[in-house]
C-alpha cells in the first residue's frame, strides 16, 4: 500500500513537471508565432495539454487567444465559430481563476473581434460590450497593460464626432507601453504577456501623424 502511495506521488508529480514544461514551450511557439498556420500549430498544442486533464487556467488563456488571432485572420464567415471557441475556452479559464483582469481582456477581445463581421450592423453593440467588458479588467487590475493596449485599439477605431480616433487613443497607448515597460520581465514567464511590440510599434506611428 505504501509503495503504490509513493508511486502514485511521484507520477503526479512527473506529470505536473511535464505539463508545465509543454506549457512553456507551447507559450514560446506562441510568443514567436507569425503566421497563421503558426496559431493552428500552437493552438493544437494548449489543446492537447488541456485534454491530459488537470491543468491550471493558462492553457485555456492561450487557446482562447490563438483562437481570436485566428478569427481576426479568418474569412468573414468563420469569425463567430471561432469567437464561440475562444469564449467557451474562457468560461473555463474564468472557473479556475475567477475574477481574474486577463480573462476579461480575452473577453474584450473576443467581443470587438466580431465586429469585422459586419461594422454597421455590430460596431456600436459590439464596442459598448468591449468596453465594458475592459473596465472589469481595469477594475480587477488597474496596472494591466493589455487594458490600456485594448482600450486604446477601441478608441482608435472609434470615429472622432463619438471619442474615438488617434489622439485620443494615444493616451491609452503610452500608458499601456509603459506598464509594459515596467512588466517586461512577465516576458520570461508563462504569465500573459502579449502586446508590447506592437503598443511600441502603434505609438511610433502615431508620433509621426501627430507632429
Known amino acids: 500500500m505504501k509503495k503504490s502511495t509513493i508511486f502514485l506521488a511521484t507520477l503526479f508529480v512527473s506529470l505536473n513537471i511535464f505539463a508545465n514544461d509543454a506549457i512553456r514551450e507551447a507559450v514560446i511557439k506562441f510568443d514567436?508565432?507569425?503566421?497563421l498556420k503558426d496559431y493552428?500549430?500552437?493552438l493544437n498544442n494548449f489543446e492537447r495539454i488541456i485534454?491530459?486533464?488537470?491543468?491550471?487556467w493558462i492553457p485555456y488563456y492561450y487557446s482562447s487567444l490563438c483562437l481570436i488571432d485566428i478569427a481576426r485572420q479568418s474569412e468573414l464567415d468563420k469569425v463567430d465559430e471561432y469567437c464561440d471557441k475562444a469564449d467557451a475556452y474562457l468560461e473555463e479559464?474564468?472557473?479556475?481563476?475567477?475574477?481574474?483582469?486577463?480573462?476579461?481582456?480575452?473577453k474584450a477581445?473576443?467581443?470587438s473581434t466580431r465586429i469585422k463581421v459586419n461594422y454597421e450592423e455590430r460596431g456600436f453593440s459590439y464596442v459598448t460590450l468591449s468596453?465594458?467588458?475592459?473596465?472589469?479588467?481595469?477594475?480587477?487590475?488597474?496596472?494591466n497593460p493589455r487594458f490600456y493596449y485594448l482600450k486604446g485599439m477601441n478608441t482608435i477605431n472609434l470615429p472622432a464626432m463619438m471619442g474615438g480616433g488617434n489622439k485620443a487613443a494615444m493616451p491609452f497607448f503610452e500608458k499601456a507601453l509603459t506598464l509594459f515597460?515596467?512588466?517586461?520581465?512577465?516576458e520570461e514567464t508563462v504569465n500573459p504577456h502579449w502586446g508590447r511590440s506592437s503598443c511600441e510599434s502603434i505609438v511610433q506611428k502615431l508620433k509621426t501623424l501627430t507632429r
Open 181 to 186: 515597460n515596467e512588466q517586461i520581465e512577465l
Open 51 to 56: 485534454l491530459q486533464g488537470d491543468c491550471d
Open 40 to 42: 493552428y500549430e500552437v
Open 32 to 35: 514567436a508565432a507569425d503566421e
Open 131 to 143: 468596453n465594458s467588458l475592459l473596465e472589469k479588467a481595469k477594475s480587477l487590475n488597474n496596472l
Open 109 to 111: 477581445l473576443s467581443a
Open 93 to 106: 479559464a474564468d472557473k479556475l481563476n475567477p475574477n481574474n483582469s486577463e480573462v476579461y481582456c480575452l
